[in-house]
């Protein structure tokens, strides 16, 4: 209901009538820098581990991403928010995740001392805060490997 005293605002400021309606909606779709994803890729700290067993190789990587110590070369700041809508899009970004996964694969061969085979890396993606966590798990044949377990932090 308008009141006496909203009538003269009213009359200075007409509704303007819509004579034209689109027939599209527009919406903002929000996505990864190619050049921002390879800044958080070249920060990432990691720690590696695996080991042989009855003739398979299990190994898991840990990377850890703190925003805040990229500020200065970022434009977004480096807060809870940030890190949150990052590792929404990295967990459903297929580049990213395979980007991941290829990093996995080189830590266990690495560690294994040779080529491995993956048969399957699972790899998951959260914040705490500013920072940025990935938890990648990796089977893969192993030839040969030996009765080695090794691990390592690296980064």
């Known amino acids: 209901m308008i009141t ?7 009359c200075k400021r007409p509704m303007a009538r819509v004579r034209q309606v689109s027939l599209f909606a527009r919406e903002v779709i929000e996505r990864l820098s190619a050049t921002g994803t390879e800044l958080l890729l070249a920060d990432l700290s990691r720690l ?4 042989r067993v009855a003739g398979r190789y299990f190994g898991s990587t840990m990377l850890t991403l703190d925003l805040r110590r990229l500020e200065g070369r970022m434009r977004d700041s480096g807060d809870v928010g940030t890190a949150s809508r990052l590792a929404r899009l990295w967990a459903t970004s297929e580049p990213v995740i395979g980007r991941l996964r290829a990093l996995a694969l080189a830590e266990a061969q690495r560690i294994a001392g040779e080529p491995l085979q993956a048969d399957g890396i699972d790899v998951r993606v959260r914040a705490e805060g500013s920072w940025l966590f990935v938890d990648i798990d990796l089977e893969a044949e192993a030839d040969d490997l ?5 691990d390592c932090a690296h980064g």
């Open 4 to 10: 006496a005293e909203l009538q003269p605002a009213l």
């Open 48 to 51: 590696s581990e695996g080991q």
């Open 146 to 150: 030996g009765q080695r377990t090794v």
